[in-house]
């Protein structure tokens, strides 16, 4: 079994200096338990990252828990196949990604911050926006026809546009769509919704969007798109689309 120590650089020693073998702080001789075996039964690795523990749990399923410094309990960040005998576990300086030694299976493991390969609620992601001022991912998911709103390092996301596995042109549903965007200051989501030929808009709460360009129907006038899979707004919020079987962009001018 594998000792790991790790130190949390983002610390400095400010409060005191390091000098003549004198160290700058003292601890309490008497701990306190945090974290009991009813919570983590074989816990074998721990690493803090913006006053959060992220702890390794090496059982009958691996698995790796989160649980803020001022929390009474961790909670469950994922649990994946892929684990064989998890030992120490870092997180990035961004919280992006986390990094997992794997005794058994002698490699490095890395996860990203939403969903680890066998989450079932996401099939065929094609898209992602972050929302930093949110902290949420919107992400897009073309076989399952949704985009999933999902908080970094949760084990599930929430459809917040579409019907999962139904595919459809009216303004409840989405077919392959590709990407999103997220506006947070007005509250609103802007779709891909590249087998309708259109960006297609959803106000935060509700379950029917409102298309803003194409007609719906695939084509190469003017007005329509043939399979969009990108779209961005500039500082004017002029709409660019990557009409992709139509190989061109098109611009349409806010007004």
């Known amino acids: 079994m594998s000792t790991t120590i790790v130190i949390d650089t983002s610390k400095s020693l400010s409060n005191g200096t390091a000098s003549s073998g004198n160290l700058p702080y003292s601890w309490d001789s008497t701990g306190t ?3 009991t075996e009813a919570d983590v039964s074989s816990g074998v690795g721990l690493f803090i990252r913006s006053d959060v523990l992220y ?8 698995d790796i828990y989160q ?3 001022s929390a009474a309990s961790p909670t469950l960040l994922f649990s994946s196949a892929s684990l064989s005998s998890p030992q120490s576990v ?3 300086s961004t919280a992006s990604y986390v990094y997992v030694p794997d005794f058994d299976q002698s490699c490095i493991l890395k996860f990203t911050i939403a969903g ?6 996401m099939t065929s992601p094609t898209g992602v926006y972050y929302d930093s001022t949110t902290n949420y991912l919107y992400i897009v998911d073309v076989t399952a026809n949704v985009v999933l709103k ?3 390092f949760a084990i599930s996301g929430t459809v917040v546009a579409g019907v999962s596995g139904t595919s459809g042109s009216t303004s409840s549903l989405l077919s392959a769509p590709y990407s999103a965007y997220f506006d947070s200051s007005s509250k609103v989501l802007y779709i891909n919704d590249s087998g309708n030929g259109r960006i297609i808009a959803f106000c935060e709460g509700s379950s029917s969007g409102t298309t803003i360009v194409g007609t719906g129907q695939l084509g ?3 007005t329509e798109l043939n399979f969009p899979y990108a779209f961005s707004f500039d500082s004017s919020w002029n709409l660019y ?3 992709t079987l139509n190989n061109r962009v098109q611009k349409f001018a806010k007004i």
């Open 150 to 152: 999902w908080r970094p």
């Open 241 to 243: 689309v990557m009409d």
């Open 55 to 62: 702890i390794s749990n090496d059982d009958i399923q691996p």
């Open 220 to 222: 190469n006038e003017a």
């Open 33 to 35: 338990t945090i974290v």
């Open 67 to 69: 649980m803020a410094t």
């Open 90 to 92: 870092y997180v990035d």
């Open 116 to 121: 680890d390969g066998s989450n079932s609620q």
